[in-house]
């Protein structure tokens, strides 16, 4: 059986790119993943998540990353995006399971709702089509997107480091970060078209209208 574990980094902050990460193996493989200590990349130190890095990759059947920039964010709905990504990574993968870490609480009609639109991945007429699983946190009750958590934060924060050598220290890009909050007040009124800020976010706005 081939499963796929989806998750994303970056749903939440101001500054950077969203990235979604599907790993997908043979169910008889997760049992190495549970021997290297794979877990939630948030119960993970940026070291431990660093040193696991390449052995998931080496481990698993494929790695897809996918971000999306905060230009597109601004234009369309986070959801929307989201969905159409996850969409992409099962179409390619064509497993027998995918359990996805869904931003909502399971059990919810926006669950229910989400998943059905997961449903959508492959084309109509195809032979097999994936059982899909929405679950909430479903990072830390699954090695495989726990997998998936460590790549696509690890990933991010390569991204959110290179934003850094480009544009200054402006910390996490969170909106609970002080250090980002400052950048932004110091630089809001000159940034220019192409500054990875998602312009449509709630800080932004409220920023603009303080300034």
């Not at 877990?39 to 431990?48: V, Y």
């Not at 059947?61 to 709905?77: H, K, Y």
């Not at 479903?138 to 090695?143: F, I, L, N, T």
Request: proline share 6%.
């Amino acid at each position: 059986m081939r499963i796929v574990g989806i998750d994303e980094a970056g749903r939440g902050p101001v500054i950077g790119p969203l990235v979604l990460c599907g790993v997908l193996m043979d169910t008889r493989d997760l049992i190495h993943l549970a021997r290297l200590g794979v877990r939630d990349s948030k119960q993970l130190s940026p070291e431990r998540r660093a040193v696991l890095f390449p052995h998931i990759k080496k481990i698993a059947e494929r790695v897809a990353v996918r971000r999306i920039s905060p230009e597109r964010l601004d234009r369309t709905n986070i959801n929307v995006l989201e969905l159409r990504a996850m969409r992409a990574i099962i179409k390619d993968a064509l497993p027998d399971i995918v359990i996805v870490d869904l931003p909502v609480r399971a059990g919810t009609e926006r669950a229910a709702a989400y998943v059905q639109a997961l449903h959508t991945a492959l084309p109509a007429g195809a032979s097999q089509r994936p059982a899909i699983m929405g679950v909430n946190k479903a990072d830390e009750r699954y090695a495989v997107v726990a997998a998936a958590s460590v790549i696509a934060k690890v990933s991010r924060d390569a991204a959110v480091a290179r934003l850094r050598t480009l544009w200054g220290d402006f910390g996490s890009g969170y909106p609970a970060d002080p250090k980002t909050i400052r950048w932004l007040a110091d630089q809001y009124a000159a940034l220019p078209a192409a500054a990875p800020v998602r312009r449509k976010w709630q800080t932004i706005r409220r920023l603009s209208e303080e300034l």
